[in-house]
């Protein structure tokens, strides 16, 4: 009934940048936060950014000053603008949103797909 959809990873040499975008479609009735997740291999999935339907923000430490997150209500999407890419980002970035399907207002978490960037030194 919900479908998220990432774009724009792929590889990029360190130092550079990428914008991810991911787009929430289906009996979607109301979004409220969303976000960008990310795993590494070998690691556990962690947070990345949380960005709320009133703009409020909530970074990981480790992208403070180098990573954006910004989304459009009227279009259901979000994106993450990455710069300062290091190695240490490489990762499957999953979008993320609390969504309330048409006919309800009770809010469940979904996952997209997922997304690969990889930074190379």
């Known amino acids: 009934q919900v479908q998220l959809v990432e774009s724009g990873g792929g590889l990029v040499q360190a130092g550079g940048s990428l914008r991810l975008s991911c787009a929430a479609s289906g009996s979607i009735f109301s979004i409220n936060a969303m976000g960008w997740y990310r795993q590494a291999p070998g690691k556990q999935r962690e947070l990345v950014a949380t960005?709320?339907?009133?703009?409020?923000?909530n970074y990981a430490g480790s992208v403070k000053g180098r990573f954006t997150i910004s989304r459009d209500n009227a279009k259901n999407t979000v994106h993450l603008q990455m710069n300062s890419l290091k190695p240490e980002d490489t990762a499957v970035y999953y979008c993320n949103a609390n969504v309330a399907v048409g006919g309800t207002n009770r809010y469940l978490s979904h996952w997209g797909q997922g997304t690969l960037v990889t930074v190379s030194s």
């Open positions: 960005i709320t339907s009133g703009g409020l923000t």
